[in-house]
């Protein structure tokens, strides 16, 4: 079936340190890969997409690529900031699913010290 | 405020008892979706209405769980006769319709507590 893995967290990491959250996934198809960020006492907001392969999604300095060779999409930054302490989930939705519908990882919790 | 929103944000109730959550979506988004989440996971789809009509279901979604989308504006998520495991947070999204691609702008959830 379709499902998404992430690297477990919390990670924590210095300020200004750079970020990589590894997501891979399995899928039928040709699925849309998102990022959504989940900040305390927040709602899941969209951090990036790519829709097809070797795109890259970036936003707010994050960057990841569409790499369907690998069935990755991992989340970098070059230097992250206390203000990116968060929830991290990966997701896909598959190209046949015309309702759309998310599937996510379990997550991985950041933490960024200053 | 324009975006995604839920009401109660968090309920306290007894095993056995009925709940009943609400979700209204961004005015001009056809489809709804809920999904819910549990500690330490992500979040996971339970059903998806485009107007009023509800397309698709999860196996998680079982027959004490209904929801209703009556207008195709907002919905509601009813859970009969709670148990404990049914605690989680519970989200509610809206989009466009159109392509799959389409942004999925979430709610901050409703949290329920079984006691």
């Known amino acids: 079936g379709n499902s998404v893995t992430q690297m477990e967290g919390p990670v924590t990491l210095s300020e200004e340190a750079f970020l990589t959250i590894n997501c891979t996934y399995t899928a039928t198809g040709y699925p849309s890969l998102f990022w959504y960020v989940q900040y305390p006492g927040e709602g899941l907001q969209l951090l990036l997409k790519a829709t097809k392969a070797d795109d890259k999604g970036s936003n707010k300095g994050f960057e990841a690529t569409y790499r369907k060779e690998t069935t990755s999409f991992h989340l970098e930054k070059g230097s992250v900031q206390v203000s990116d302490s968060a929830v991290y989930f990966c997701?896909?939705?598959?190209?046949?699913?015309?309702?759309?519908?998310?599937?996510f990882g379990q997550g991985t919790e950041l933490s960024v010290k200053p | 405020d324009t975006g995604v929103s839920q009401n109660p944000r968090h309920k306290i109730t007894k095993r056995g008892q009925n709940v009943t959550f609400r979700c209204d979506p961004i005015?001009?988004?056809?489809?709804l979706y809920w999904y819910r989440q549990t500690l330490g996971q992500g979040p996971e789809f339970l059903t998806y209405?485009?107007?009023?009509?509800?397309?698709?279901k999860s196996r998680l979604l079982s027959d004490r769980f209904s929801a209703e989308r009556p207008k195709g504006s907002f919905s509601t998520l009813e859970i009969q006769r709670t148990e404990q495991g049914d605690s989680a947070m519970y989200l509610c999204a809206s989009s466009p319709s159109g392509t799959t691609h389409n942004e999925q702008f979430f709610g901050p959830g409703t949290r329920l507590t079984v006691l």
């Open positions: 997701a896909l939705k598959t190209s046949n699913n015309q309702g759309g519908k998310l599937i």
């Open positions: 005015s001009e988004h056809n489809r």
């Open positions: 209405f485009q107007n009023e009509a509800q397309l698709e």
